[in-house]
């Protein structure tokens, strides 16, 4: 693939706030455009095919990877696929936009291999271990067993915090926001 562009990537565990974060530094207007992710499971209520996630289901992800479609995928959870198209990527470029990411750890870490310095690696941190597990379950969107296999992973997410370029405590949201937004700012003007 030709090296058109930036990326900004978010990583975290599950319920740390990226999606939150992201979703108001697209609305700053600032040049991003969200890379919309392929995944084998099904939409939560609120989401949309096509915004929040290309929704395959299995057999079509699994597809893909064998059409070599994906610049990096991962099964995140035990039968749960996500993935980054390349043609997703490609999209965003040719519209003169910085790609922004939200993946979890390891694809974060895999996409900053990929594009290198011209990838922003964020890390989100929660204040606490007892912070994301609070926010999980306000989150209502997971049964019990999901939280559940979400906070054994994350103890080894938080791990990897200091491979990122950037870690982002998020304890007060709006002050996190503004914050990622100066780090977004600094990378694109550099
Ligand atoms: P992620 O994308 O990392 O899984 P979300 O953005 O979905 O996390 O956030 C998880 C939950 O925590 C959501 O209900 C969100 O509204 C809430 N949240 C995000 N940031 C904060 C914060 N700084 N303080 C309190 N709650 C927050
Ligand atoms: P959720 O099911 O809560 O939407 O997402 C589960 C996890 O998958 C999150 O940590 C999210 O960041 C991650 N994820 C979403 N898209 C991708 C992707 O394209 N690649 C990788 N590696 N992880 C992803």
């Given at each position: 693939?030709?090296?058109?562009?930036?990326?900004?990537?978010?990583?975290?565990p599950s319920g740390?706030?990226?999606?939150?974060?992201?979703?108001?530094?697209?609305?700053?207007?600032?040049?991003?455009?969200?890379?919309?992710?392929?995944?084998?499971r099904?939409?939560?209520?609120?989401?949309?095919?096509?915004?929040?996630?290309?929704?395959?289901?299995?057999?079509?992800?699994?597809?893909?990877?064998?059409?070599?479609?994906?610049?990096?995928?991962e099964e995140v959870y035990t039968n749960n696929?996500y993935?980054?198209?390349?043609?997703?990527?490609?999209?965003?470029?040719?519209?003169?936009?910085?790609?922004?990411?939200?993946?979890d750890v390891?694809?974060?870490?895999?996409?900053?291999?990929?594009?290198?310095?011209?990838?922003?690696?964020?890390?989100?941190?929660?204040?606490?271990?007892?912070?994301l597990e609070?926010?999980l379950r306000?989150r209502?969107t997971e049964t019990e067993e999901k939280i559940l296999q979400r906070m054994g992973k994350a103890k080894n997410e938080?791990?990897?915090?200091?491979?990122?370029?950037?870690?982002?405590?998020?304890?007060?949201?709006?002050?996190?926001?503004?914050?990622?937004?100066?780090?977004?700012?600094?990378?694109?003007?550099?």
């Amino acid at each position: 693939m030709d090296q058109k562009g930036k990326c900004i990537i978010f990583s975290a565990p599950s319920g740390a706030g990226k999606t939150t974060i992201v979703h108001a530094l697209l609305d700053e207007n600032i040049g991003l455009e969200f890379s919309v992710s392929a995944c084998s499971r099904n939409p939560r209520p609120n989401e949309i095919d096509g915004k929040d996630y290309y929704f395959l289901g299995l057999d079509l992800f699994k597809k893909k990877i064998e059409e070599a479609a994906f610049i990096e995928w991962e099964e995140v959870y035990t039968n749960n696929f996500y993935g980054t198209l390349e043609s997703e990527i490609e999209r965003i470029w040719s519209n003169g936009k910085t790609v922004i990411f939200d993946v979890d750890v390891i694809g974060g870490l895999n996409l900053k291999g990929i594009f290198g310095e011209a990838a922003l690696a964020i890390f989100v941190q929660p204040p606490s271990y007892e912070e994301l597990e609070k926010r999980l379950r306000y989150r209502s969107t997971e049964t019990e067993e999901k939280i559940l296999q979400r906070m054994g992973k994350a103890k080894n997410e938080l791990s990897f915090a200091e491979d990122f370029d950037i870690i982002l405590v998020n304890d007060e949201l709006e002050t996190a926001i503004a914050s990622a937004k100066e780090s977004v700012l600094n990378f694109l003007k550099a």
